[in-house]
């Protein structure tokens, strides 16, 4: 529920996640729209809010926040990519010609070889070569976690990324995990550390942030 000039709004987000099931597209489409809604997405801003970056500026086109939206659509970058998928489109549908991906993908290619040589044209900038002391950057550079679940953290560990649908969030563990300078993740039972599970759970239950600043749950 939501409140608003004391009136409260029913929270309509169940029903969009239960239209979502729904719809008839690929069941990895479904989870990663599920994802997105709920911000389980490493994209910049998420990583900034969650303090596991220091800045939400998209490093592709370093003009905008990298939001969900921006990463699949508004970044100029990605714009190239649409840009050469509807090239492809209307080649078939105006002209009859059939267009490979192979050729999709090396329209691709050239527009952003363009984009690079355009940046080559401008005027480069010289930064005079100083040498200061730089303080590390904002967040953790060390981490341990530690999680109940033996085949989770058995996949986290692995080398190899899995295929299916369900781990994707692996994927997302593993490339959050390669922004700290050392990370560790162990195998901890439940018994073990109560405290952690009562965070997880009241976290995956509150739509807000939520903070101890003095008092800890026991």
């Not at 002209?95 to 329209?107: F, L, M, N, V």
């Not at 953790?140 to 649908?165: H, L, M, P, Y």
């Not at 390669?178 to 952690?196: L, S």
Request: aromatic share 8%; proline share 3%; hydrophobic share 40%.
């Amino acid at each position: 529920m939501t409140r608003n000039d004391n009136t409260e709004i029913p929270d309509n987000r169940q029903m969009i996640y239960k239209k979502l099931w729904t719809l008839s597209m690929p069941t990895k489409i479904k989870l990663m729209m599920w994802r997105a809604l709920q911000g389980f997405i490493s994209i910049g801003q998420t990583l900034f809010n969650r303090r596991i970056r220091n800045t939400a500026i998209c490093p592709r086109c370093n003009a905008e926040l990298e939001t969900f939206l921006h990463v699949i659509a508004d970044c100029n970058q990605v714009k190239n990519v649409w840009e050469a998928i509807w090239w492809a489109c209307n080649r078939q549908v105006m002209e009859g010609k059939s267009i490979t991906r192979q050729e999709t993908t090396a329209k691709i290619i050239s527009m952003l070889a363009e984009i690079d040589v355009l940046k080559e044209k401008l005027p480069a900038v010289r930064e005079v070569d100083i040498d200061r002391w730089k303080p590390p950057s904002f967040g953790f550079a060390k981490v341990e976690v530690e999680g109940d679940s033996r085949t989770a953290i058995e996949k986290i560990n692995q080398k190899e990324n899995s295929r299916t649908d369900l781990d994707s969030a692996i994927v997302d563990i593993k490339d959050i995990g390669r922004t700290f300078h050392q990370i560790r993740f162990k195998h901890a039972r439940r018994e073990a550390n109560r405290v952690a599970h009562f965070i997880a759970r009241e976290g995956h239950s509150k739509s807000e942030n939520t903070f101890w600043m003095k008092d800890t749950p026991d």
